[in-house]
């Protein structure tokens, strides 16, 4: 069974552009889960999916992020506009039920010039 | 909301011996899961150790274990003869198992330096 999988696991992209991060959860899970680490800092929840909906966003920030998880195919996030603020870890995490263990991909850094 | 607290930006201790990582947290949740993940420089986060609130018998993995005092918000990690390849970040986490975020609460981690 294969793990949670991320790409890319490094984009540049210069301010201004767009950046889209996927994640394929493991088979068999449902729930989906962002999360970002800033450099010297744990993890910070961003927002919860499941297929087609979003259930909790509360730690997006309010413009330039979205988030989806289609029906079929990877979740994605997206940041619009990026600014060098937003360089950071972004981390995917996936669980078979809701408030269940979370299995960890392996990341995407971002690095915005 | 909920916080998680890791005091110890960093800790070393000596090959083979024992260490204990410090945690405490604060929810106003009665029932929710407490973990710990490793994340070695590879940067991927791995479940070390896993606790259940309603669990009053401390959870162990191997040469890994935890101290988990409910009354007093408390998650301490034991790793036992420590071993070169359990240097890594160490984040201590929170679940709620009903209200709150949906997501994991982490703390700001500690850095584990093992000394050969």
């Known amino acids: 069974n294969a793990g949670v999988m991320q790409n890319p696991r490094h984009l540049v992209r210069r301010r201004g552009q767009e950046a889209r991060l996927r994640c394929s959860p493991m088979?068999?899970?449902?729930?989906v889960y962002w999360y970002r680490q800033l450099p010297e800092e744990g993890l910070k929840f961003m927002v919860y999916l499941q297929k087609e909906n979003i259930i909790d966003e509360s730690g997006m920030p309010k413009e330039r992020f979205s988030a989806e998880f289609p029906k079929e195919g990877p979740s994605i996030l997206r940041i619009q506009q990026v600014v060098r603020g937003d360089s950071a870890a972004y981390f995917c995490?996936?669980?078979?039920?809701?408030?269940?263990?979370?299995?960890f991909g392996p990341g995407t850094r971002l690095t915005v010039l | 909301a909920q916080t998680v607290t890791q005091s110890q930006p960093e800790m070393s201790v000596q090959e083979a011996e024992t260490v204990t990582l410090s945690c405490t947290y604060d929810?106003?949740?009665?029932?929710?899961?407490l973990f710990w993940y490793k994340q070695p420089p590879s940067r991927q986060m791995i479940l070390v150790i896993r606790?259940?609130?309603?669990?009053?018998q401390n959870a162990t993995e191997n040469r890994f274990s935890v101290n988990f005092q409910k009354a007093a918000k408390s998650f301490s990690l034991k790793i036992s003869d420590s071993q070169l390849g359990d240097a890594a970040m160490y984040f201590c986490?929170?679940?709620?198992?009903?209200?709150?975020?949906?997501?994991?609460?982490f703390g700001k981690g500690t850095h584990l330096i093992i000394q050969p």
């Open positions: 088979k068999g899970h449902s729930h």
């Open positions: 606790q259940e609130a309603y669990k009053q």
């Open positions: 986490a929170l679940l709620n198992s009903g209200g709150g975020a949906d997501g994991l609460t």
């Open positions: 929810t106003s949740e009665s029932d929710y899961y």
């Open positions: 995490a996936s669980s078979p039920h809701y408030r269940d263990e979370q299995f």
